[in-house]
């Protein structure tokens, strides 16, 4: 189905190829050489494309705002991809991903180029470059990003001329208000027709990657966006105000962003959705259809509060266990067992990380090392240190960070490991940096030199026995 906007933006686009038969059998005899699992192949192939003087006089037609080159670039990639496709080849190209080719095209599309893509949507339209040289999802997707594009700079011209009719109507200048918000109820219209556009280009995709893949959250996400910018639109006042059930339609269009919502596994943003939809269905005076919003709604709320209620409960499991565990370690460490105290608190790191006690898991993970150094396994010593360290450096926490590092180097020199003591004790003058105590760390420096000193000279011992 073509939509108004697409229908008066037909007028614009050119009739007939233009690209010759000549020149895009040129252009197969490159992708003839392409052996993907190859990785030259592609880019002699790529670096080919981009130098062929058609090409880069059709992107003159196509591309503004000066990124000709860049979007030369990924026209070349797209069409690259749809060779992949037409063979089989399923990995991504080495240069780039078709997803981040197709963002960079879209901004940049001249209005030609957006008539011309969204004319192949029309499936009795007849075909142009966008249909001969890029696969029907990377098209489909293109298509996509222009028509929310589009909808995006329609629903802002229209409320900028409700808001310009409002003040007219304050300032008495009823002409004015009268022809402000005609002009703000026709683009807002327009805003509408991209926006069923963009659904019916994203349901297009869901099907194509569906039937190839079995589905994908993100694109249910698309969709879902889409209908939530279409119902905001409906509920607008420049549309309401124009009548033709328009808050009926918006809370049509949450309802259906709800369930694209929850395919998307999005339940929390489905429940908004179902309010908007409540909401709108309220103000229309149709209480039942507002009742069944309402009953969705509160369906993914309860379903939350039971998930989260079993979280709590998981998450406050594994705290007792940590705190049993580490209970066990100190009456292990009291009676010197301290092979079995290191053991007890490693399982209570473990327990607190599970239950993300972040500040618990660290003093575990440090207990663990102190005990695994009283039991004399250095290494085991110097790594649960270094476990606690990284915990600390992630949280900000820079100063006990170097106090870990420097316990663990400590262990690794007891381990006769100098290597592993050098890399410790940067690390500790990296986190000194962090906490700003750069004399500290100037002499953590010239420990780390000296340990690596004392590596190299052993490695070197060791080379001339």
């Not at 939509?3 to 252009?27: E, F, I, K, M, W």
């Not at 509408?192 to 280009?201: D, E, F, K, L, S």
């Not at 033709?244 to 309802?255: I, M, P, T, V």
Request: glycine share 6%.
């Amino acid at each position: 189905m073509i939509d108004g906007a697409t229908r008066l933006a037909r007028r614009y686009a050119h009739q007939g190829p233009l690209v010759s038969a000549n020149r895009y059998a040129d252009l197969q005899a490159i992708l003839d050489t392409v052996d993907f699992p190859c990785p030259q192949t592609v880019t002699d192939a790529l670096r080919a494309i981009t130098h062929m003087g058609w090409l880069d006089r059709l992107l003159d037609n196509w591309i503004y705002n000066g990124q000709k080159a860049a979007s030369l670039q990924a026209f070349a990639l797209l069409i690259l991809y749809q060779r992949a496709d037409f063979i089989g080849h399923v990995a991504p190209l080495p240069q780039s991903s078709r997803d981040d080719a197709i963002a960079m095209l879209a901004p940049h599309l001249t209005a030609r180029a957006q008539t011309d893509l969204l004319r192949t949507l029309d499936e009795n339209a007849g075909h142009n470059e966008f249909s001969r040289f890029l696969s029907d999802r990377d098209r489909w997707c293109l298509a996509r990003l222009v028509c929310l594009a589009q909808g995006d700079e329609y629903a802002a011209q229209g409320t900028a001329h409700h808001a310009h009719a409002a003040q007219g109507r304050t300032l008495g200048q009823t002409h004015q208000a009268h022809a402000a918000a005609a002009r703000g109820t026709v683009a807002a219209a327009h805003a509408v027709a991209a926006y069923t556009q963009a659904i019916t280009t994203h349901q297009r995709i869901l099907t194509l990657v569906a039937t190839a893949a079995g589905g994908d959250a993100q694109r249910h996400r698309w969709v879902a966006d889409a209908y939530t910018k279409l119902g905001t639109v409906y509920a607008s006042e420049a549309l309401c105000a124009a009548g033709g059930g328009a808050l009926q339609k918006a809370g049509e269009a949450f309802e259906k962003a709800g369930e694209a919502f929850e395919a998307a596994g999005a339940d929390e943003v489905a429940e908004n959705a179902y309010e908007a939809a409540e909401n709108v269905y309220r103000k229309a005076g149709l209480p039942d259809r507002a009742a069944a919003a309402k009953a969705r709604a509160r369906a993914l709320a309860q379903a939350a509060c039971e998930t989260l209620s079993a979280d709590l409960a998981s998450v406050k499991l594994h705290w007792m266990a940590g705190d049993h565990l580490q209970d066990t370690g100190d009456v292990h460490t009291q009676a010197r067992l301290y092979a079995l105290a290191a053991r007890a608190y490693v399982q209570a790191a473990i327990a607190y990380a599970n239950a993300r006690c972040h500040d618990l898991f660290r003093r575990a993970c440090e207990k663990a090392g102190d005990a695994h150094r009283s039991a004399g396994s250095h290494v085991r010593a110097g790594r649960a240190f270094t476990t606690a360290a990284i915990s600390c450096a992630k949280a900000g926490l820079h100063w006990q960070a170097a106090r870990l590092y420097t316990k663990a180097a400590e262990a690794y020199t007891q381990a006769q490991l100098p290597a592993l003591a050098g890399d410790a004790y940067l690390a500790a003058a990296s986190a000194c940096v962090d906490a700003g105590e750069l004399e500290l760390a100037a002499d953590y420096q010239a420990k780390a030199a000296e340990a690596h000193r004392k590596a190299a000279s052993d490695a070197g011992r060791v080379g001339l026995e």
